[in-house]
């Protein structure tokens, strides 16, 4: 078992682990609506790209927008000598790997299922940070972990018979699923460099990182693609996408997780669902029927268990 992380300093003023809704909640709430409607967004996208040549470009705006905010901000993009490994690796796990298999997988399953997959997000968290780092988590917590995930099923499996088990949508669920680990490893051994590092920083050079890696599996798509015959659509998306659902996003994530741990950021993913259902319903036809407005309301009481639940048992 590794040795657990020190505890990040939190002056008063900034400390908002506690039960009230403070800056940081509603930040997550705003990168919890970006990625919500990012889904729609890349199912629209890749209508004219493919995976690679959506991916490759996207990852590399939102790498080059976030290092030259780092250069502004803080004077220097380098990485500090004794994390460089640390932050190659995480951004492989993080970036080459996660993104590589969020995109083929999305590619070949709905973005219903994708959701419902992600959901796993927050109990991978929660199971690795209490091994690894060993933070705690109260018991209220574990059961609006479960609240969510059992709302979530009612939401993505409305009248259905389940995820369908055909050949290219099964493969695409698994490639969810193992890209769903990748990102819970990566958020965890990330905290305890953000204790050296600001969140900015370390969401830059991870991103950075894993894009140089990411980039040599979507050469081919990239020269294959006919750009000139790309939709206005197609181009708003990709610009969305790159700037909004990564280089600002991935910023709110850190910060939240310097601020309020691993678990209680996590929990925010469990609302991606829910919004991804209405946003898909607006954009790509996807009916809303009553099993997923129930699904809703039990995923957000699960959210708040998670998030608040633990006040009731203070002494």
Request: proline letters at 4%.
């Amino acid at each position: 078992m590794s040795k657990p992380a020190t505890p990040v300093p939190v002056s008063p003023q900034n400390n908002e682990n506690s039960s009230r809704l403070g800056a940081t909640d509603l930040f997550m709430l705003l990168a919890v609506l970006i990625w919500a409607f990012n889904f729609s967004v890349v199912k629209i996208a890749l209508k004219e790209f493919t995976p690679g040549s959506f991916n490759g470009p996207r990852l590399t705006i939102a790498s080059l927008l976030l290092l030259l905010f780092l250069r502004l901000k803080e004077g220097s993009v380098a990485p500090p000598r004794g994390d460089f490994l640390r932050l190659l690796v995480l951004g492989v796990v993080g970036n080459t790997f996660y993104q590589f298999l969020f995109i083929n997988g999305i590619h070949r399953t709905s973005a219903s299922t994708t959701s419902l997959i992600l959901t796993m997000t927050p109990i991978l968290i929660a199971l690795l940070s209490a091994v690894f780092i060993r933070e705690r988590i109260h018991w209220v917590g574990w059961l609006g972990i479960l609240t969510s995930f059992f709302g979530l099923y009612f939401v993505v499996f409305e009248n259905s018979a389940g995820i369908s088990l055909g050949e290219k949508v099964l493969s695409g669920n698994l490639m969810i699923l193992v890209g769903n680990l990748f990102w819970a490893i990566y958020t965890v051994f990330s905290k305890p460099l953000l204790e050296r590092m600001s969140a900015l920083r370390l969401a830059t050079l991870t991103l950075s990182f894993g894009t140089l890696f990411y980039l040599p599996l979507t050469v081919r798509e990239i020269a294959a693609l006919d750009w000139g015959s790309l939709s206005a659509r197609s181009w708003a998306a990709l610009a969305f996408s790159a700037v909004f659902a990564i280089a600002l996003s991935y910023v709110i994530w850190y910060s939240s997780v310097k601020r309020v741990g691993n678990t209680k950021t996590g929990i925010y993913s469990n609302i991606t669902p829910v919004l991804t259902v209405f946003f898909a319903q607006l954009f790509l036809g996807e009916r809303i029927g009553l099993t997923k407005v129930i699904g809703a309301l039990v995923i957000i009481l699960g959210f708040y268990l998670t998030r608040f639940g633990y006040r009731w048992f203070k002494k």
